[in-house]
Structure formats: C-alpha cells, structure tokens
C-alpha cells in the first residue's frame, strides 16, 4: 500500500479531473479511467464517448446516425474483447485479467438512443466495468494502454486511482 500511497496525491489532480468530467465539456478523443482497490476487489471502470467506440466496431447498425441501446448492447462483447487486449493490469508487479465484466453503462436520461450529435459529448459517455477479485489487497497497481494505434496518436486517457476511500489530496 506504501507504492499506492505515494502515488494517491498526484493522481489527485486527475482524480479531480475526471471526477468533474460531467460537469465541464467532454474533450474528443479523450477516454476515462478509474481503478478502485478495496480488500479482495480491484474495480476498473473505462469510460469512452460514442465517437472513439465506432473506432473499435461499428455501433450505428443501420445507418440512422444515432445509436440505440439494442445496437450498443450487441457491440458491447466486441468492445470488451478490445478493452481485454489493449488495456494491461498489473498488479503487485505481475500482468493480471481485467476480471469480470459488468453491464454496460448507458448514459442516464439519455432514452434509447443518442444522436450522432451527441457521440463526442458528456451524454455519449459509456461506461465498461470490470471486477477482478484477488486474494489479498496488492500493494502496488499499473495501468498502461496500448491502443492508440486503433484510437489516434492523439487519444488522451485521463485516470483515478483510489485505494480503501476516495483519492487522497
């Protein structure tokens, strides 16, 4: 806990960014990264608008220019699949499974769809959790992505790091 700790007060920054991400503007070609470790549970939350996701596979189906829960949900096993090969855990010093995944998250009060206008905005963020339990809590924890080839060399990941309560500032 002593690395994770050194680590908590300049991820607080980010911490503080992300956190406010739904309060200001969504920047394009900008994902979200969030890594909650409490006891036996290492949680990763990656957060991606619409726009970067048709980068991965294609969502609008049928040409509507917008994207339905139904079309989503379809993609999501796709896109899961990326995340698990160019998103690398590492804990305690060792390359480790992302874990379970859970639910998609679609944005609320979003309805069924999302408008093509809103695939680079707040209300096109989308949410894929994963829980990985681990047997004790690790000491240390690494995140690295390498996707940029498949999402732009000017995709930016911005990131949270929270171990046993919220990010120390």
Not at 115 to 123: C, I, L, Q, R
Request: glycine share 8%; with cysteine.
């Amino acid at each position: 806990m002593t690395s994770i700790r050194r680590l908590l007060p300049w991820f607080a920054w980010l911490a503080f960014v992300a956190g406010h991400a739904n309060a200001w503007a969504h920047n394009p070609d900008t994902s979200y990264a969030q890594l909650k470790i409490s006891g036996n549970q290492v949680s990763l939350r990656l957060t991606y608008d619409l726009f970067t996701l048709e980068k991965i596979t294609k969502l609008d189906t049928d040409g509507g220019a917008r994207i339905t829960r139904a079309e989503l949900q379809r993609a999501a096993p796709v896109i899961q699949q990326f995340l698990r090969e160019h998103v690398r855990l590492e804990l305690n010093g060792h390359q480790v499974d992302l874990g379970e995944a859970g639910a998609t998250g679609w944005p609320a009060g979003m309805g069924d769809a999302i408008e093509a206008a809103d695939w680079h905005t707040v209300d096109g963020l989308i949410h894929f959790p994963f829980v990985k339990t681990v047997i004790e809590t690790p000491e240390t924890a690494a995140l690295a992505f390498d996707f940029f080839d498949d999402l732009g060399a000017q995709h930016t990941v911005l990131g949270t790091f929270e171990c046993n309560g919220p990010p120390q500032r």
